[in-house]
């Protein structure tokens, strides 16, 4: 692709998606099977994998030139972010998807020699693709166009989490919530992103893989969430973060909450 239609590009990533949620709708109340990959708190199933493989056969198909990167292994190895890339999640929320059946999502990311372009979140269980990026200038759920959520300080709102982070006090996450509204916990990253797109949390913070944050990254930026890490320089593209996401506000307080080293 020399010249692209962004536009033409996110409506036929749109019907994939479409496509892949038929195909897991389907595989759902079938017997998964089910293996761990580093811990039994870190699962992979049949449908991970088979997903992984149908949305990179239809990225493939849209896009030749791209490198891929996706969390099961079916894509390329990546070494840089030059180029066109798209760093797919197939199932996020694999625990949610075994043991709930919903709260799980699919995600792409779209970025150009380094820097965001499209970002796409499936809600599978409720039908809803959050779509957008800055190259087609706004983000929708499906067809509704998403305003940009207040920019709240922490002390006024919500902030979601990971677990273990708060339970074993990683990155003083416990005088975080402490300073905060209240901590939630949705289990899937995809979902707390939908979550702070909707402005129904702050933020969240959560040790995250490249295609745990890659969509959400390029949507949140577009409605003028700040996504960092937890010591507010940009996120690794290639490697493991300690991810924070927040209205610019809260993730000002979060920051000196880091810089202060107070314990609540
Ligand atoms: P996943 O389901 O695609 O693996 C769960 O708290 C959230 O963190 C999910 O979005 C999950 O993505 C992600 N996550 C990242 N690394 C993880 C790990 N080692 N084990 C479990 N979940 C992980
Ligand atoms: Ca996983
Ligand atoms: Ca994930
Ligand atoms: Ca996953």
Do not use: C
């Not at 969390?71 to 066109?84: H, I, P, V």
């Not at 372009?117 to 166009?145: E, H, K, R, S, T």
């Not at 074993?168 to 975080?176: E, G, K, L, P, R």
Request: proline share 3%; glycine share 10%; charged share 20%.
């Amino acid at each position: 692709m020399t010249e692209t239609n962004w536009q033409q590009l996110q409506t036929d990533v749109v019907a994939l998606l479409k496509e892949a949620r038929r195909q897991v709708l389907a595989k759902m109340h079938q017997t998964l099977t089910v293996d761990e990959k580093t811990s039994r708190k870190d699962l992979v199933t049949n449908v991970d994998k088979g997903n992984e493989q149908f949305l990179i056969g239809g990225i493939r198909q849209l896009d030749p030139q791209a490198q891929i990167l996706g969390e099961e292994g079916f894509g390329d190895q990546l070494t840089s972010m030059a180029g066109r890339v798209w760093i797919v999640d197939p199932i996020d929320g694999t625990m949610n998807f075994v043991k709930q059946r919903d709260n799980f999502a699919m995600m792409i990311g779209i970025y150009q020699d380094g820097v965001g372009q499209l970002g796409f979140i499936y809600d599978v269980m409720n039908d809803v693709v959050y779509a957008g990026g800055p190259v087609v200038g706004g983000v929708w759920a499906n067809d509704q166009p998403l305003t940009a959520p207040a920019n709240l300080a922490l002390a006024d709102g919500l902030i979601g989490m990971s677990a273990p982070l708060v339970i074993h006090d990683v990155a003083h996450t416990q005088a975080i919530v402490h300073a905060s509204a209240g901590m939630r916990i949705y289990g899937s990253a995809g979902i707390e992103m939908i979550s702070i797109m909707r402005g129904k949390t702050l933020g969240y913070i959560s040790h995250l893989k490249p295609w745990d944050f890659a969509a959400g990254q390029v949507l949140l930026n577009t409605l003028g969430i700040r996504t960092s890490t937890i010591d507010g320089q940009p996120l690794n593209m290639l490697s493991s973060n300690l991810v924070l996401v927040a209205t610019e506000q809260a993730q000002r307080d979060i920051l000196r909450i880091e810089e202060d080293d107070v314990s609540l």
